[in-house]
């Protein structure tokens, strides 16, 4: 059984903290990672994807992987009450281009 | 760009009757397309795989007589939901690959209610 395994939070941090965000995956042949951002009755929004080790930036965000130690994380500098929401993890796993989401995280930034 | 629509963003039907979902990619072409349903506070779960001119792949104890899947173009998959029941009331989402990428764009969802 392939799994995405994140901790469901809430994560609460002030605003204007950093957020990390974390996700582990069980499938080391994982190529494709990626962050959904989730707001309470709405559709996944793509932030990030990442397919090799290190560290990619994009805005505010920044996706670091791990593949060694089957790890993706998610950091988001200068954190805003509008980041509030569930953060999904998500992980390609096979040549259907199928993703394993894991069952998100739920950030709350306090004003 | 990858904006992926769907219609209806809500529907309320009576027990018994089929809905209809229709999910387009707006700009570009997507080979692949997947359907997904979410109950309140809980997680995504991948009902099926589309591919554009072949059957649907559906996932573990997903019904695909009940759950009907059609890939006619490169930018329209629907899901019809037949003989719907009230336990079938819940948020579907679709989403499209855009090749040569992997990333999955969502649509909006459409909220299923059955009376």
């Known amino acids: 059984q392939k799994e995405v395994e994140q901790n469901s939070g809430p994560l609460s941090v002030p605003e204007g903290a950093i957020a990390s965000l974390n996700c582990t995956y069980s499938d080391r042949v994982s190529q494709s990672f990626f962050w959904y951002r989730q707001y309470s009755g709405k559709s996944p929004e793509l932030i990030m994807s990442i397919y090799s080790n290190g560290d990619k930036e994009d805005g505010r965000f920044t996706a670091q992987l791990n593949k060694a130690s089957q790890y993706v994380s998610l950091l988001i500098r200068d954190s805003q009450p509008s980041d509030s929401a569930t953060y999904l993890c998500a992980v390609r796993v096979d040549s259907s281009y199928k993703l394993i989401f894991g069952s998100g995280t739920r950030l709350l930034v306090r004003p | 760009g990858a904006v992926v629509s769907q219609h209806p963003s809500w529907v309320i039907c009576k027990s018994g009757t089929s809905v209809k979902i229709e999910c387009r990619s707006l700009d570009f072409q997507a080979t692949t397309m997947f359907w997904y349903r979410q109950f309140p506070k809980q997680s995504l779960m991948l009902m099926a795989t589309?591919?554009?001119?072949?059957?649907?792949?559906?996932e573990q104890g997903v019904e695909k007589d009940k759950f009907l899947i059609n890939h006619a173009s490169l930018t329209l998959s629907t899901l019809t939901v037949t003989s719907a029941h009230p336990e079938d009331s819940s948020f579907y989402i679709c989403?499209?690959?855009?090749?040569?990428?992997?990333?999955?764009?969502f649509g909006p969802g459409t909220r299923l209610t059955v009376t």
């Open positions: 589309s591919n554009e001119g072949s059957k649907a792949t559906y």
């Open positions: 989403s499209a690959r855009r090749p040569p990428y992997d990333e999955q764009y």
